[in-house]
């Protein structure tokens, strides 16, 4: 039986988790909710929430001729197209306006609670593969259990 490749549309997935795993791992009292709202507002954040993330990685590929230097193999348009659609969602669900982010009620606004909710499910994403595909030596935040 062959390794299971990692899937292209978890690759952002793999960058937030590792991410957001850091957080956790240099802060010993946060949760899970506290590393993650720790992430919204990084660098990483933004250089994903706008879009850089993908495009630099999309240059990266087209330099290639769309050719993935791991496996040596073709990335197929749909692919692509897919990735595409990966980017623009994540530029809308990761809009930030960071001193909106409580109101008075300390309750996160409905904006930055969809931006968190979107982080969430990246990390359950990941973490589901890892499972799946046993690689759980890959899961730090065991937001799946």
Same mark, same amino acid.
């Given at each position: 039986?062959?390794?299971?490749?990692?899937?292209?549309?978890?690759?952002?997935?793999?960058?937030?988790?590792?991410?957001? +795993?850091?957080?956790?791992?240099?802060?010993?009292?946060? +949760?899970? &909710?506290d590393?993650?709202?720790?992430?919204?507002?990084?660098?990483?954040?933004?250089h994903?929430?706008?879009?850089?993330?993908?495009?630099?990685?999309?240059?990266?590929?087209?330099?290639?001729?769309?050719?993935?230097?791991?496996?040596?193999?073709?990335?197929?348009?749909?692919?692509?197209?897919l990735?595409?659609?990966?980017?623009?969602?994540?530029?809308?669900?990761? &809009?930030?306006?960071?001193?909106?982010?409580?109101?008075?009620?300390?309750?996160?606004?409905?904006?930055?609670?969809?931006?968190?909710?979107?982080?969430w499910?990246?990390?359950?994403?990941?973490?589901?593969?890892?499972?799946? +595909?046993?690689?759980?030596?890959?899961?730090?935040?065991?937001?799946?259990?």
């Amino acid at each position: 039986m062959q390794p299971q490749e990692k899937p292209y549309i978890l690759f952002v997935a793999e960058k937030i988790y590792l991410e957001i +795993s850091k957080i956790k791992k240099n802060n010993k009292d946060f +949760s899970n &909710i506290d590393a993650i709202d720790g992430f919204i507002g990084t660098e990483v954040y933004d250089h994903i929430s706008s879009g850089k993330f993908h495009d630099e990685w999309f240059e990266e590929l087209k330099k290639n001729n769309f050719v993935d230097k791991n496996t040596k193999k073709k990335i197929p348009e749909d692919t692509i197209k897919l990735l595409k659609i990966q980017k623009e969602m994540m530029i809308k669900q990761l &809009i930030q306006f960071p001193e909106l982010y409580y109101a008075k009620s300390h309750y996160p606004l409905e904006i930055s609670q969809r931006a968190f909710d979107h982080i969430w499910r990246m990390c359950e994403s990941y973490e589901l593969w890892c499972k799946e +595909s046993k690689k759980e030596n890959l899961i730090f935040l065991k937001i799946i259990d």
